[in-house]
């Protein structure tokens, strides 16, 4: 590795002698395999690690045939050390190889650090601030290690043989890598590259992702990306990479896994109520173009269509010997928006003269239980050569146990290798047709075993968007003004009008308000209003919750007993009068939450907002073309649209609006959250009558 390439490994924290040692000491390695300190040095051994191997122990001079040391002061210097002894003594033994031994890299696979307690936070922190003060990187701690092309550093089996071409896995918990590993290779799965971080003290998934992206060359790394995140401590730095990954080339399946809405904070407006942290994760992968899953068996079985051809369409051929199986995957396709092509004509009455009495050509091409090898051929070709309308093929194949189907899988792997269409193999019958399943995975096959999980898996990657276009800069000049107004503010909610000004800055129009605070500024307000007109109180965070608007009043007399009721509402601190605008009331928030970018969310408004919780969101910044999308993602968008005669909106203010506060946001990173409801919408305006700013500086 040259100078360079090392300068540039360090400076995203994965240090070269991490990735590529020369040598590895195992400290706390073993003769005793099912410990991990004896099974990770079997695992360097059985595997072949092409280094040097010692060990430390106390209480011998030779572990599995590998120099021992009794003394962690005696070995030699190391290129990287796996750690798999007490925690309490993690920090003595790093101090003498990072000051003594020149080492750089570090696996931790020791528990008891910042999992259990503040002692162990303390002592993790100690153990991270050594590592770094000698250039070094930390895989860990309380993980179970790594495996890439140079060497296997794990404790745990199976080993799954590496492939180049296979996936590259990450993840945050060893246990389910594990899981995740098993279920793999009984599909066919192969990896290029498996790293857990455990704590993730120094290293996280991010680090990871950095790496892969940094190291990825064209042709030669793996396309495919999987990740198990139980945190994200750095979602910018996230969101860069798996960007830029993606932008290569890429294709990335993610589980994020404790993003449920309890133990949220408790919100103080519709947005805050709506956005939880789920949501802020949905968006992130939105913005990276992730494809987001939610259990182990879907990851596995996205991944096994990834590492597939890619087809050019959403039509989908069902080739089954077995109905009742191609019904269920014709439903969950067609459900998700894939096309199940109805097939007619001469071609497919050729092909009907090939199969057996009762079969059926018309999509699902089911060609009975006893069908033969050589009919699923003619199917197969006449899909391929005779059907532009079908982009990719679903075979389902098991076998009733009549007789051996050893040439059906023969064909089917012939076929996947040498068809321009995706072709994929469900093989539901994992005990009558073991052996050749297992023989047609050894061929570097993926056989997926239930239908209903591959169909939703087929759609969540055929429907999966690709990542957006880049959003264009807000203008400086408005950014001075803005700037100005909001370094002059407080915390916390911002008044009426300085909330307003900020608005009509940002180029959202606000109906003109009037903010009363007594009868003398209401006998002077009233000479220039127009009737009818809409007052709300101020002071009480949820306006109606309170009974605190009053619509359409049309006279003087209604105007000041609308005032005085209003001010007698507990909480009251003033009155907004405004003139009565009518439309469809929509809504814009936004939310900020820890490190991650604003999240933009809109509807319908009004009280619809959490009522019917139709509500679209992306996270910022938004290009004109997320913008439209989050309104056509709306299912009141038809309604917004017009349907059977009635009026819609005009959908391009809305955009804009949108792309607004989104440039806003942009400007002031210190919005913590913003309700825009209503704004009330027409054919040719869109007027904003109520707005919640609240500023965490």
Same mark, same amino acid.
């Given at each position: 590795?040259?100078?360079?390439?090392?300068?540039?490994?360090?400076?995203?924290?994965?240090?070269?002698?991490?990735?590529?040692?020369?040598?590895?000491?195992?400290?706390?390695?073993?003769?005793?395999?099912?410990?991990?300190?004896?099974?990770?040095?079997?695992?360097?051994?059985?595997?072949?690690?092409?280094?040097?191997?010692?060990?430390?122990?106390?209480?011998?001079?030779?572990?599995?045939?590998?120099?021992?040391?009794?003394?962690?002061?005696?070995?030699?210097?190391?290129?990287?050390?796996?750690?798999?002894?007490?925690?309490?003594?993690?920090?003595?033994?790093?101090?003498?190889?990072?000051?003594?031994?020149?080492?750089?890299?570090?696996?931790?696979?020791?528990?008891?650090?910042?999992?259990?307690?503040?002692?162990?936070?303390?002592?993790?922190?100690?153990?991270?601030?050594?590592?770094?003060?000698?250039?070094?990187?930390?895989?860990?701690?309380?993980?179970?290690?790594?495996?890439?092309?140079?060497?296997?550093?794990?404790?745990?089996?199976?080993?799954?043989?590496?492939?180049?071409?296979?996936?590259?896995?990450?993840?945050?918990?060893?246990?389910?890598?594990?899981?995740?590993?098993?279920?793999?290779?009984?599909?066919?799965?192969?990896?290029?590259?498996?790293?857990?971080?455990?704590?993730?003290?120094?290293?996280?998934?991010?680090?990871?992702?950095?790496?892969?992206?940094?190291?990825?060359?064209?042709?030669?790394?793996?396309?495919?990306?999987?990740?198990?995140?139980?945190?994200?401590?750095?979602?910018?730095?996230?969101?860069?990479?798996?960007?830029?990954?993606?932008?290569?080339?890429?294709?990335?399946?993610?589980?994020?896994?404790?993003?449920?809405?309890?133990?949220?904070?408790?919100?103080?407006?519709?947005?805050?109520?709506?956005?939880?942290?789920?949501?802020?994760?949905?968006?992130?992968?939105?913005?990276?173009?992730?494809?987001?899953?939610?259990?182990?068996?879907?990851?596995?079985?996205?991944?096994?269509?990834?590492?597939?051809?890619?087809?050019?369409?959403?039509?989908?051929?069902?080739?089954?010997?077995?109905?009742?199986?191609?019904?269920?995957?014709?439903?969950?396709?067609?459900?998700?928006?894939?096309?199940?092509?109805?097939?007619?004509?001469?071609?497919?009455?050729?092909?009907?003269?090939?199969?057996?009495?009762?079969?059926?050509?018309?999509?699902?091409?089911?060609?009975?239980?006893?069908?033969?090898?050589?009919?699923?051929?003619?199917?197969?070709?006449?899909?391929?050569?005779?059907?532009?309308?079908?982009?990719?093929?679903?075979?389902?194949?098991?076998?009733?146990?009549?007789?051996?189907?050893?040439?059906?899988?023969?064909?089917?792997?012939?076929?996947?290798?040498?068809?321009?269409?995706?072709?994929?193999?469900?093989?539901?019958?994992?005990?009558?047709?073991?052996?050749?399943?297992?023989?047609?995975?050894?061929?570097?096959?993926?056989?997926?075993?239930?239908?209903?999980?591959?169909?939703?898996?087929?759609?969540?990657?055929?429907?999966?968007?690709?990542?957006?276009?880049?959003?264009?800069?807000?203008?400086?000049?408005?950014?001075?003004?803005?700037?100005?107004?909001?370094?002059?503010?407080?915390?916390?909610?911002?008044?009426?009008?300085?909330?307003?000004?900020?608005?009509?800055?940002?180029?959202?129009?606000?109906?003109?308000?009037?903010?009363?605070?007594?009868?003398?500024?209401?006998?002077?307000?009233?000479?220039?209003?127009?009737?009818?007109?809409?007052?709300?109180?101020?002071?009480?965070?949820?306006?109606?919750?309170?009974?605190?608007?009053?619509?359409?009043?049309?006279?003087?007399?209604?105007?000041?007993?609308?005032?005085?009721?209003?001010?007698?509402?507990?909480?009251?601190?003033?009155?907004?009068?405004?003139?009565?605008?009518?439309?469809?009331?929509?809504?814009?928030?936004?939310?900020?939450?820890?490190?991650?970018?604003?999240? *933009? &969310?809109? /509807?319908?408004? #009004?009280?619809?907002?959490?009522?019917? @919780?139709?509500? =679209?969101? !992306?996270?910022?910044?938004? %290009?004109?073309?997320?913008?439209?999308?989050?309104?056509?993602?709306?299912?009141?968008?038809? *309604? &917004?649209? /017009?349907?059977? #005669?009635?009026?819609?909106?005009?959908? @391009?203010?809305? =955009?804009? !609006?949108?792309?607004?506060? %989104?440039?806003?946001?942009?400007?002031?990173?210190?919005?913590?959250?913003?309700?825009?409801?209503? &704004?009330?919408?027409?054919?040719?305006?869109?007027?904003?009558?109520?707005?919640?700013?609240?500023?965490?500086?």
């Amino acid at each position: 590795m040259t100078s360079f390439t090392l300068s540039k490994f360090l400076a995203f924290m994965l240090h070269s002698k991490l990735i590529h040692p020369k040598n590895i000491v195992v400290v706390g390695g073993s003769d005793n395999i099912h410990s991990p300190g004896g099974r990770v040095l079997k695992n360097l051994i059985d595997h072949q690690f092409k280094g040097e191997l010692f060990a430390v122990n106390p209480k011998q001079e030779k572990v599995q045939g590998i120099i021992s040391y009794k003394d962690i002061n005696d070995i030699p210097e190391v290129d990287l050390a796996i750690i798999a002894i007490s925690a309490k003594f993690v920090l003595e033994t790093v101090k003498v190889l990072t000051q003594q031994k020149n080492t750089k890299g570090f696996i931790i696979f020791s528990a008891g650090f910042s999992e259990k307690d503040e002692n162990g936070e303390k002592l993790e922190n100690e153990i991270v601030e050594l590592i770094e003060e000698a250039g070094g990187s930390l895989l860990g701690p309380n993980n179970i290690g790594l495996i890439n092309k140079h060497y296997t550093g794990v404790f745990t089996t199976p080993i799954p043989k590496l492939d180049e071409k296979g996936v590259d896995f990450v993840s945050g918990s060893g246990a389910t890598a594990v899981f995740i590993i098993e279920a793999a290779q009984s599909m066919g799965l192969t990896f290029s590259s498996i790293y857990t971080v455990g704590n993730s003290a120094q290293i996280g998934v991010e680090e990871i992702l950095e790496y892969l992206d940094h190291s990825f060359e064209k042709g030669i790394s793996s396309k495919v990306k999987l990740l198990y995140i139980e945190s994200i401590k750095n979602p910018l730095k996230f969101l860069k990479h798996t960007a830029s990954l993606i932008q290569k080339g890429c294709k990335i399946a993610a589980i994020k896994a404790g993003s449920s809405e309890a133990g949220n904070r408790a919100a103080s407006s519709h947005t805050g109520a709506i956005a939880n942290s789920d949501v802020f994760v949905d968006t992130l992968f939105q913005k990276a173009g992730i494809i987001r899953c939610y259990g182990r068996n879907e990851l596995i079985s996205v991944a096994g269509i990834l590492l597939q051809k890619e087809s050019k369409g959403k039509n989908i051929a069902i080739i089954t010997h077995a109905g009742g199986p191609a019904v269920m995957l014709t439903d969950v396709l067609s459900k998700n928006g894939l096309k199940i092509p109805h097939l007619e004509g001469k071609d497919s009455e050729a092909l009907l003269e090939q199969l057996f009495d009762g079969s059926s050509v018309s999509n699902p091409i089911d060609f009975l239980a006893t069908g033969t090898a050589q009919q699923l051929v003619n199917i197969i070709e006449f899909c391929e050569n005779s059907c532009p309308e079908i982009d990719a093929m679903a075979v389902i194949f098991g076998s009733p146990g009549l007789r051996s189907v050893d040439d059906v899988y023969e064909v089917l792997d012939e076929k996947i290798r040498t068809s321009k269409k995706p072709i994929y193999a469900i093989l539901p019958s994992v005990v009558n047709v073991k052996k050749q399943i297992r023989e047609f995975i050894k061929k570097g096959n993926i056989a997926f075993n239930d239908e209903v999980l591959f169909g939703n898996a087929l759609a969540k990657v055929y429907n999966h968007t690709p990542v957006s276009n880049k959003a264009k800069d807000p203008d400086s000049k408005l950014s001075k003004k803005i700037r100005k107004l909001i370094d002059a503010l407080p915390n916390g909610y911002m008044s009426t009008e300085p909330a307003v000004t900020l608005l009509e800055y940002a180029g959202v129009k606000f109906a003109t308000p009037y903010n009363v605070n007594n009868e003398a500024e209401l006998n002077n307000v009233s000479k220039s209003l127009s009737y009818p007109v809409v007052l709300k109180v101020e002071g009480p965070l949820h306006k109606s919750d309170v009974g605190g608007v009053i619509l359409n009043v049309s006279t003087e007399e209604e105007l000041y007993d609308s005032f005085h009721k209003l001010m007698q509402i507990e909480g009251a601190v003033s009155v907004i009068i405004q003139p009565m605008i009518n439309g469809t009331e929509l809504f814009i928030g936004a939310k900020k939450e820890t490190n991650y970018p604003h999240v *933009i &969310l809109c /509807g319908l408004g #009004g009280i619809f907002v959490e009522v019917l @919780k139709d509500i =679209s969101a !992306a996270m910022i910044p938004l %290009s004109d073309e997320d913008a439209l999308k989050m309104i056509n993602d709306l299912k009141a968008y038809p *309604i &917004l649209k /017009g349907v059977r #005669g009635q009026s819609g909106i005009n959908i @391009k203010l809305f =955009s804009e !609006a949108i792309l607004s506060i %989104s440039n806003l946001l942009s400007l002031v990173p210190e919005i913590a959250e913003l309700d825009i409801n209503p &704004l009330m919408a027409t054919e040719s305006d869109l007027t904003a009558v109520d707005v919640r700013i609240r500023l965490e500086k």
